[in-house]
Every structure is written in C-alpha cells, then in structure tokens.
C-alpha cells in the first residue's frame, strides 16, 4: 500500500490515514511517502512497516548510534534536532486543544544544549553468549539483551565502567543470571553520576549472594577509574525492580553528592534524581520565574522527591512544604536541606492525595511535579477548596496535563505553558504552567 505520513503518534510514529483507519508507521516522517504493509492489527488503529521510502523528509538523519534500530531506548534519533524539538511542542499544543479545550499558546520549547550524552545515568542488563558475556539494553522487539558497547545519550565515563566490569566478570568467568535456568549470579549494573562533582556510583546487582573475587574486581575498578566514589553490591531476585532496597557497601560511603546552583544533593543508588541536571536546572529556574514567590509567601511542593524543587523554593518564600511518598526520599530531603542551611522548608512523607484531603493549612503557591499519572481527583478537588493564588504544573506527560488543566480551568486561567526537552532522542517531554487564581 502506497501512503504518506501526515502527522506523528506521540511516540514519533508517522501517522498514516487510510480512509477511517489510522495507520502508525515506525520511521516514517511527516511528509514522507512509502510502500507500507500492514504488521497487526488493533481496534482503533494497525501497526505498518516500511517495505519501501518512495519520498525521503528534509528532516531525516542518518542515526549516530549504530544499535539505534533494534533498541528500544530512543525512538527519535532519524529526525534532525530540530525537528524532535517541533514534535515534541505540537504534542504538547495538540493535547492542550484536543484534551483540554484549551487554546492558549504554548511558548516556545526549551532546547538542549547536549542532546547527546546527556543522561548521569546508566543502567544496564547483562546475558550469556557464546563468546562470553553481554551487556547491554533490552531489543525493543525481542526483550533479549543487546550488547552495547556504549550509548550514546549516556554520559561515557558510566560506559567505561559497565564495560570494565563485563571484562573483568568475563575474566573470572562470573555467568549472567539466565531467569530459564535459574543459573547464573550478575543481572544489572548501574552507574550514577554528579555531573557537577563528577563523583561516579557503582551498582552491581545479583540475583544471590557470593561475590566472585570482589577484592580483586573492586580494586581494578577503582585503579582503572579514579572518579569511582562508592561501589555498593546489591542481592535483588525482584523481576519489577532493578535498583533493591538493601545495600551492601563494598567501597566508599554508599552514596555520592552532586550540585545543581548553588545546591548540593546527595544521591543514593534509590535516589529520585533528575537524569538531565542542566535543563533540570532550566526547569526549576523556569517554575520559580513563574511562581514569583516573594517572602510572604508560604508554599507546598507536592511530588518534592529529595527535595530540590523545595530547596530553590526556600531562598524566596517564607516558609516551604515539601511532601513525598518515598521514605527515603524524605530523609535524602531532610539531610540536603541540612547541608545547605535551609532551615524553612519541612518535608512530610504522605501520599500527596491523602495530605492534601486531610490538610488544615492554606498555601499561597502550590508547586506540583507529579509522576506520569498525573493528579488523582481529590487532589484536584482539594486545590480548589484551597484557592491558592497560584499553581505551577511540571509535567513529563501532556496527555494527563491537559486532562487535569480542563479540571483546573474552572478556577485557574492558565497563564503560560513552556515545553522543556529534557530528554532528546526520546520522544518524553517535559513542560510547566503557570495557573492564576481568577
Ligand atoms: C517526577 S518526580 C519529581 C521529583 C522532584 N520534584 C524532582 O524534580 O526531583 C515525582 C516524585 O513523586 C513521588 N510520588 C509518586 N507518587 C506519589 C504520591 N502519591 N504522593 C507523593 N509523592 C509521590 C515520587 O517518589 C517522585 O519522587
């Protein structure tokens, strides 16, 4: 079938209309023309395939990385920059008019100045091959490990550190745990990294205890990379989480800092923390501009993580509540407002629906960075009892932006909308409104 891409699915898809039917077509840009047929078939929509480019866009690049077409890790690396950052504000605009009914204009997107190497951190799963062992992401289609030699959206000192320990375990001939047999030790290593300290984090996670030769691996590791701060060994046989709870700190403190302003942060390997600390950094000063808190002003940061939005907050406001459903989150918040001298801020561990339905204070600017969902119904609700004489919205997903500002636009009229790009290559989005009370 002879189509043309008329528009993007929010994951960077080209859109193809056949009469009624919507066709989603991977790598097929707005504009092109190809042969397409068609892979399956959903209720609403088919999944096509390329057989054949018959017209090719302007904006089409060759992608850097060479695992770009079997990983599943970035979805936008065909399209120029530019033309990443255009998708990404019509996605936002789109679902504003399409969701919301609203037809403010949305400023222009805040562009990276890294759209590569970008990420503090790294994570990777490890396998068995016959010529030893892999490293590497999942394939977006088959979910087998891909051996990946280097990212590169990753920043590349994490790289060299997965890589050398692939070699060293190989050396010692230390097996990726395989979930079939029920053999095997290593699943994952992550490395984090302050950016701005450039402090690095190991950690090694095994399915079961027992370290092969852990004196001789963790002394190569550090000999060969100096910026290694901590290494901590984690057992964690969970098939949903990669990062466990327990911690076995086999080198260093068990945790590094990094600064963001005039800020500095400790990190944890369960830490909540941006993975794009300069447009992180965009972002919050961008919330605050908005918020124009003066020192009046008392404040809540709803889904405040370890409490960086808070702390930036503390320097203008009277006072400021941070609230957070993660324990550990909550002390990481606690001990970084201590080390920065902020004694104005307090930081609650609640589920921020249940904190605001049961809360007695009022708050003269509400700040929320909720997770993808975005915010439940009472939450909302709570708000416009509330009345607060502002609100910022950070959101990572416009779709449930869109679908809480048509809730809050009874009481709110939303000022600003500005797309951040905090992820590049990736078809994710950031954004942050700006609410006045009417
Ligand atoms: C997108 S992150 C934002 C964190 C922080 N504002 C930052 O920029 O680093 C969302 C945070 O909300 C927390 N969270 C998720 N569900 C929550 C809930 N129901 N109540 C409170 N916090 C929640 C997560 O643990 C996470 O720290």
Redesign the pocket.
């Known amino acids: 079938m002879k189509v043309k891409a008329v528009d993007y699915a929010h994951d960077g898809r080209g859109v193809v209309k056949t009469g009624k039917d919507l066709v989603f077509v991977p790598n097929l840009l707005i504009g092109e023309e190809a042969e397409i047929t068609i892979r399956s078939n959903k209720k609403n929509y088919s999944i096509g395939e390329v057989k054949n480019y018959l017209s090719l866009s302007k904006e089409r690049v060759t992608p850097p990385c060479m695992y770009y077409q079997q990983c599943g890790g970035c979805q936008l690396q065909h399209m120029t920059y530019e033309h990443q950052l255009e998708m990404k504000q019509k996605r936002v605009s789109d679902a504003l008019k399409h969701i919301a009914k609203l037809y403010v204009p949305v400023d222009d997107i805040i562009k990276s100045t890294s759209p590569f190497e970008y990420r503090n951190k790294i994570q990777m799963a490890f396998a068995n091959t016959k010529e030893g062992l892999i490293a590497g992401f999942y394939q977006a289609k088959t979910k087998k490990v891909l051996n990946i030699n280097t990212c590169l959206i990753e920043h590349e000192e994490g790289n060299q550190v997965i890589q050398t320990l692939k070699i060293l375990l190989d050396s010692y001939h230390v097996k990726a745990y395989d979930p079939i047999t029920k053999k095997g030790w290593i699943k994952h290593a992550v490395v984090k990294k302050g950016i701005y300290t450039n402090e690095l984090m190991l950690i090694i996670i095994s399915q079961t205890e027992g370290f092969k030769k852990q004196p001789q691996i963790i002394s190569a590791l550090i000999q060969k990379h100096p910026n290694i701060k901590t290494i901590i060994h984690q057992v964690n046989p969970s098939i949903y989480k990669v990062i466990g709870d327990k911690d076995h700190i086999i080198y260093g403190d068990g945790f590094i800092h990094d600064t963001l302003g005039e800020f500095t942060f400790k990190i944890k390997p369960q830490s909540?923390?941006?993975v794009n600390p300069p447009q992180?950094k965009k972002?919050?000063d961008l919330a605050l501009e908005l918020a124009k808190i003066n020192k009046q002003d008392t404040v809540l940061?709803?889904?405040?993580?370890?409490?960086?939005?808070s702390l930036f907050a503390s320097k203008k406001a009277k006072h400021v509540t941070g609230?957070?459903?993660?324990e550990d989150?909550v002390s990481d918040a606690n001990y970084n407002a201590t080390i920065n001298h902020i004694d104005n801020v307090k930081f609650v561990c609640?589920?921020?629906?249940?904190?605001m339905v049961s809360n007695q204070s009022h708050f003269d600017i509400v700040i929320v960075?909720?997770?993808r969902d975005g915010l439940?119904p009472s939450f909302i609700e709570s708000i416009k009892a509330m009345k607060p004489k502002k609100m910022v919205y950070?959101s990572?997903e416009p779709s449930s932006l869109a679908r809480d500002l048509m809730q809050l636009k009874t009481l709110f009229h939303v000022k600003k909308v500005v797309p951040v790009d905090m992820f590049s290559q990736t078809y994710h989005v950031e954004s942050v409104s700006l609410l006045e009370l009417k």
């Not at 609640?350 to 904190?355: G, L, R, S």
């Open positions: 909540f923390y941006q992180a972002l919050y940061d709803a889904y405040s993580g370890v409490g960086t939005i609230v957070e459903l993660i989150a609640a589920d921020a629906e249940t904190f960075d909720p997770p439940k950070i990572c």
